[in-house]
Structures are given as structure tokens and as C-alpha cells.
């Protein structure tokens, strides 16, 4: 149960924004439909001050890589096959010809690059790393501040992770700054899904098959860019999965410098709807939903564990000043270790998938770089409570317990609740 004893302003005015529909968010702004494409935004909030007498010394982080290229070639393929046999036969409309050639021009641009991170994912790291800095300049300055840096051993990764720490040695460079990349570390710092998980997840194969062809609709879409109905209106073509082929292909544009717009070859419900089943896969595939047996975010309880046994060592060491522990992956981590520590609604089981969005929503978790921070603070008075607040994506996210301090919570009693959660999990595999 979440009580708050007091809302503070800041907590006020997220409440406002997320009053915003995300129908309403994706109409205003169609980037946020590309889930986990989108490219991260730079946070706009202000953080709330320390409680009195109160600094942070310490921060447990885990992000994910920035901006990167399609991973398959099959990714850019499928959406470019199809339109390369349809301009051999003649049957492409003007828009369809315009549509080609951005196509034509982007593609050579992937040779090699397939899974890498781009130039703008760099940009990101530099950014959340310098504003790292900033936001917390405690946790950082001095000799003795120590920060250890661990990546999954996927290059994207490795990447940003370098750039995020070049950030934190120009700000200090005395900072003891160690890295390490090591299949060791997989068990933690990538998902891992037990038998049962591999089990609960079977359910998303059937839902999804239903939600897939609810909301997509291809009609509209096909005779702008064809100018032959029966070219593409059969079973051999397989007009939805063209169509969310092209969306993804278009999605993941704004990954990159060379980038192309093409959002215009689609209405604004058909963004909308092709957002929904994307945000409805991820939900079952690694969320609490109730239809995957509410287990699925349980795949980062090594994580968890691994993060609050660091954040134990820190605590009992005597030696130990001020620093971070920062890890490094994807977003399959991120999204359910967002749901396992309950930031915000991210923790929610929803009965009614045709109104997920009206209770959780994707891109508020996983855009590309998207990153959970766990920053500690203690105070000079003796015996004073340690204390802890959560940023997803940098900005300021509700914990699941109690508090009147939000968005300060007792460490101790957090400690305690994420333990006691873990290990009813682990008594019930």
C-alpha cells in the first residue's frame, strides 16, 4: 500500500501530467509511439531538495544502452522487400515512389551497423552521465569518491557505459573509476528466465495473436502506397505484418543523424493503435499481468538482489565515502526491475488489456537509455535513518511503502519489503 502523508509540489504536478491519456501524449507527440524505439528525452522536472541536514553519498543505477540500429536485417527487409517488387511491377502510387526512396537512401547507411549504438544513443549517455553530476554533485566529488561500472558483454552497451563514465572523470578526475565487462556478471546484469517463467509466458502467444489483428489495419495504409489492391491484399503479401514492419523501420528513425521522417505515411490512430499492441506485448512478456500469472517481472530478481547486497556492502564498510555502482543493458531489464521495485504504477496488475494504457504505459519505462536510480542519503546526526529516492528515467517515481517525506523513503524499511517480496517468490518456484 502506497500512503503519503503529504503531497509535495513536485509530486502535485506529476500527477497533472500524467492526467494527459497517452492517446492524447502520442497525438501531441508521435516519437512516443515507438515504445521501446523512442529516443530518451531529457527530463524538464526539478528534483526536491534533501530533507534537512540530509546529503546523498551514494548512487545503485541500472540503464540501458542508447539509440541504436535495428538489430536483424530482417528489421529493415521486411519493410523494404516488398516495396522493392512492387516498384519492379509498376504498382506504387507518388507516395509509395517517395516512401521507396527514403528507404533507398537510409538503408546503405545499416551495412554493418546492425544492434550497434548510434551517434545520438552516445549523445544520450554523455547527457544523463554530465546531469548525473550535477543533480548529484556529493556523490561524486573528492578523492575518495569510487565508482564501479559493469556492462552485459553486448557492444552497444560496453558503449555507453564508456560514454556515461567520461562524463564522471571530466567532472572529477580524481574519481576512482573502475570498468568491467564479463560473461560473469550475465547472470544479473541480462534477464533470466526460470521454467516457470518459460512456462507463464506461453499465454502471450495466443493474447497477442488476438490483440495483433484487433489493431491492425492496414487498408488505408496499403492503397497509399499501392496503387493495385490485389498486390498486397492477400495471404502471401500479409499486409499487418508489412504494416508493422514499416512502423517499426519508421520508429526507430529518430535513432539516428541520417535519419528519415516518414511518420506522414500514417493516420494518427493508426500510430495509435500499432503503439497499443507493442505496449500490450511487453506488459505480458515481462510486466505483473495477471494473464502471464503476474510473475514475468520476477526475471530481474537477481538484479535486485545483486543491487541491494552492493548497496549492503557500501552501508557496512567504514572506509567507504561517497561513489556508485552503475550496470549496464537493455531494456528487458529495465522494464521489469521497474515493475519488481514498483516505481510509480509500473508494479500494477491490470485485469482489462483493451485499457492498459489507461494504467501503464511503455515509453513512461523503456525508451532507449532509459535508467532506474536508487540515490541514498544520510545525515550528520547520529542514528539518523538512512534514506532513499528512485528516479526512473530522472525523474522522481513513488516507492511501495510508506512514507511522509515523499520522495524520501527510509531505507531500512524498503530494504525489508523488497526481501520479503523476493523471498516469497523464490518459496513459491
Known amino acids: 500500500m502506497r500512503k503519503f502523508f503529504f503531497l509535495s509540489s513536485f509530486l502535485v504536478a506529476a500527477l497533472s501530467v500524467s492526467a494527459q491519456t497517452a492517446k492524447e501524449e502520442i497525438y501531441a507527440d508521435v516519437l512516443k509511439a515507438a515504445s521501446n524505439y523512442m529516443a530518451y528525452q531529457v527530463p524538464t522536472q526539478s528534483l526536491t531538495k534533501a530533507p534537512k541536514g540530509y546529503e546523498p553519498f551514494y548512487m545503485s543505477h541500472y540503464g540501458r544502452h542508447g539509440s541504436r540500429w535495428l538489430i536483424n536485417e530482417s528489421e529493415y527487409t521486411n519493410a523494404l522487400r516488398p516495396m522493392r517488387r512492387a516498384k519492379e511491377e509498376g504498382k506504387l502510387t507518388p507516395l509509395g515512389e517517395e516512401a521507396l526512396a527514403k528507404l533507398e537512401r537510409f538503408y546503405p547507411c545499416t551495412r554493418d551497423r546492425l544492434g550497434e549504438l548510434s551517434d545520438i544513443g552516445e549523445q544520450q549517455h554523455h547527457g544523463i552521465g554530465k546531469r548525473m553530476t550535477q543533480n548529484f554533485p556529493e556523490i561524486f566529488s573528492g578523492k575518495e569518491a569510487q565508482v564501479d561500472a559493469r556492462s552485459t558483454v553486448v557492444i ?155 548497496t549492503d556492502t557500501v552501508m557496512a564498510s567504514k572506509t567507504y565515502k561517497n561513489g556508485a555502482a552503475l550496470r549496464f543493458g537493455h531494456e528487458v531489464c529495465v522494464m521489469p526491475l521497474a515493475c519488481l521495485l514498483e516505481l510509480d504504477s509500473c508494479g500494477r496488475k491490470v485485469q482489462d488489456l483493451d485499457h492498459l494504457e489507461d494504467q501503464w504505459v511503455n515509453y513512461r519505462i523503456y525508451p532507449m537509455a532509459c535508467n532506474i536510480q536508487l540515490v541514498y542519503y544520510r545525515s550528520k546526526k547520529k542514528d539518523a535513518p538512512i534514506l532513499v529516492k528512485a528516479l526512473l528515467n530522472e525523474k522522481e517515481a513513488t516507492l511501495p511503502i510508506e512514507t511522509n517525506q515523499y520522495p524520501y523513503y527510509k531505507w531500512d524499511d524498503l530494504r525489508a519489503y523488497y526481501l520479503k517480496k523476493l523471498e516469497e517468490f523464490e518459496k513459491s518456484e
Open 156 to 310: 552497444r552497451c560496453i558503449l555507453s557505459m564508456t560514454a556515461e563514465c567520461e562524463e564522471l572523470t571530466a567532472f572529477n578526475p580524481k574519481l576512482k573509476m573502475h570498468n568491467d565487462v564479463s560473461e560473469s556478471f550475465q547472470y544479473y546484469l541480462n534477464h533470466d528466465f526460470s521454467q516457470r517463467l518459460r512456462d507463464a509466458r506461453r499465454n502471450r502467444g495466443a493474447i497477442m495473436d488476438h490483440y495483433r489483428r484487433l489493431y491492425t489495419h492496414p487498408e488505408r495504409f496499403c492503397r497509399s502506397l499501392f496503387n493495385d489492391e490485389s498486390f498486397w491484399n492477400d495471404e502471401d503479401f500479409r499486409p499487418r505484418s508489412f504494416m508493422r514492419a514499416m512502423a517499426a523501420v519508421v520508429a526507430n528513425m529518430q535513432s539516428h543523424g541520417c535519419g528519415e521522417d516518414m511518420w506522414d505515411l500514417f493516420t494518427k490512430e493508426e500510430i495509435y493503435d500499432l503503439w497499443k499492441i507493442v505496449n500490450i506485448d511487453w506488459y505480458l512478456g515481462y510486466g505483473a499481468a495477471p494473464q502471464t500469472g503476474s510473475i514475468m517481472q520476477f526475471n530481474q530478481a537477481n538484479l535486485l538482489r545483486n543491487m541491494i547486497e552492493t
